[in-house]
């Protein structure tokens, strides 16, 4: 429910309406349209197909929003690239140092 009361919140902001404008189009209070944008309250299908008709979209659409605006960005995925790659150079420079380490003990154990 919390990321159905996300998606009604994004909805609400993108057409800059405050609760109360949605709560009067819905004839609900302001507390409780608070309830569920912020997924305090299960909504009915009646409710979401009110919600969802006030937003101009199907009640699918207005579900599913979240997870279709998820999609990552190329940005995105090359600043995920760029930190995967110094981790990458991090990983590799710590197993030299293990190896370094590790034949300074062989030869210290050897040398007893």
Known sequence: ???LGH???TLRRQNNWNQGD???RLGISI???SKIETGMTDIN???LEQIAFIFGMSAVKLVS???SSQEPSATD???FNKKL???ESEIIDLQKKVIELFEELRKSKGSV
Request: glycine content about 4%; overall charge positive; charged content about 25%.
């Open 85 to 87: 790659l110094g981790r």
């Open 77 to 79: 995925l090359e600043v």
């Open 7 to 9: 998606n009604i919140r």
């Open 31 to 33: 507390p409780a349209f």
């Open 65 to 67: 929003l979240h997870e």
């Open 1 to 3: 429910m919390k990321t």
């Open 45 to 47: 299908v009646s409710r």
């Open 22 to 24: 949605v709560a009067q």
